[in-house]
């Protein structure tokens, strides 16, 4: 069965080809984003004649959603997906550690409800949401992305660390709790180490979830200086329909940190996500 | 399982708590009641019963329709694409980690941006339909978005496109837990490629299964960005979904309370949808 036979050297260019749709828009994206955008009326799936930077810089330079420029949407996307992260973590963490390890009635009805919030849609909540935030004063605030992001990404950040933990041995805890150690001390010394794998996931999909996010987004910073790429880009294409290579030039610019930390981490997200998703 | 309530106090849980009950539970309640009412988010709200329901199932089950097909669609692609792509890059292959990551990567840009790219592609004068023309096959070249059938087509395709190698992870795991020696030792016994996976690998993906269709289902019935940037719910509405016809009553008409109505009707269908699927293979098998 391991044995590299004719059949797997078959299945091996099979699964290349199969791959071409998935390569076939990126080859399209990045000669749209350095064709030069006087050059019209060609074809659209040559290589650019001469290709250029002048979108990218243009799409650096140029206002989006609010925002003076792309590098203010870049700073607003960076400092607010880092902060929901690592409040989510130091938050969820020690929720999801208390869930696994309390049998009682009450734990199961509490659980229940954080899985009730994870399956219900963003839009019904959404306007009552909403009229709070504005009564709150905090719209167009970093403070109220951050806890709106917070609130909506708690629920599967719990769903995940209770999954994992339940399925840990509790000899160490044990073992530390005989020795005299308080709770807290117990979750940080002993417990959060060994959720690491956890907290990786956790930290990959909410983090993926608060960079590429849309709408709460556009609901609650849309056409203010705290508006973050996604809002960018979508008045990128408001302002500027059919200017492909503009747009493109400011999608590549948005999606770059990502796929960046994706080749550099590439394994281990992977093997988070499996690992999770059976724990 | 020993239990030890002492060392797991219960004020770990209370800031996560509280930040769910204020951002997503409490506005949700809050949200169900004014289904019942008239708000437009100005005016008082007045009662007015089940009149909001009744309206929607009068005027809005196309809508419901768009949303079972797309959601059907993209449950039975994107798991059989996900769960074929899995089988093929289990192990053995030389480059499977380069082609794993290579069909990972659209799951990682934003919905959005991915749903502007196949809009470029699909367009009129785009590269799908300069493909065809070049390729003599001047007949198939169409505005694949101006049109309802081949609109909620591509809304699908573009899904499955994103997200098929999130799905593939799901799998893999499973896939690869598969002990050689079983399967050999039935390859000997006479069983087939298909009786293998039929009798041994299946069985021992039923959990993957289930968190896949119900992950899928969730998506598919919340479906929102794609449809947006593809068709913003047209020809004529011919693929508004539930979600965009929510956000479009409530947020665009300002009727908060007949777009809380659907949001209901949506959260039961996908209660609904995650329960039978959770529950359903697990019983079938207990």
New interface residues.
Partial sequence: ????GRW?AF??V???I??L???A?VY??LT?AFRDRSETGG???APPAAPTLSNMRRAWTEAGGGTESFSQALFNSVLTTCAVVLLLVV??A??G???A????RLSAV?FG??T??L???????????Y??MVEAGLTGTRVGLI??Y???E??L??FLYTGYFRGMP?AY??AA?VDGAR?LR??VQIVFPLMRPATGVVATLTG?FV?????VAL?FTGDTDKAT??VA??SF?GRFTAE?PL??AA?LL??AP??AL??FA??SV?KG???T??G | ??????????A??V???A??L???????????L?AFTDWD?LTTPRWVGLANFGEFFGEGSGVVVQTLILAALYVIGVNAVGLG?AL??A?????R?V????????A??????VA???K??LDV???LN??LGNAGLDSLVRPWLGQRGTALTAIVMVMI?QFSG?HM??Y???VQSVQ?EL??AAQVDGAGAWRRFRDITLPLLR??LA?GTALST?SA??L??QVMALTGGGPAGGTDTL?TY??KQ??VNGR?GY??AV??L??GG??LA?LVQVRGPRGRRA
């Fill in positions: 069965m391991n044995g590299y797997t299945r091996e099979g699964l290349w199969g791959a749709p998935m390569l828009p399209l994206v749209t074809s659209t799936l938050l969820a020690p929720a550690y208390v869930l390890r309390r049998g009682s509490v409800l954080f009730l919030a399956i219900m849609p963003i839009q019904i909540g959404m306007i009552p949401l009229a709070v806890l709106v917070l609130g909506l708690m629920p950040a719990v509790t805890e044990e709790r709770p117990v979750f993926l960079w590429n996010d849309f709408f609901v790429l996604p880009v979508y294409v492909w747009i493109f999608a948005a999606a990502v796929l994706f080749a590439q394994r992977m996500f499996s690992s998703l059976h | 399982m020993a239990k030890n309530p002492q060392s797991a106090p219960w770990f849980v800031p996560a708590g930040l769910t204020l951002c997503v539970l409490g506005p949700s309640l809050f949200g169900a004014s988010g792509l093929g890059l192990n053995t292959l030389r480059t980690h082609l794993r990551a290579l069909f990972l990567v659209p990682m840009v934003s919905p959005l941006v502007y790219i196949w470029f592609i004068d785009g590269p300069e493909v496109w999130y992870l799901i893999l795991a499973g050689d399967l050999e959990p993957a968190i969730i019935f919340m929102f960005d979600g929510v956000y409530a947020f908060y777009g809380a949001a209901l949506l959260v996908v209660c995650a």
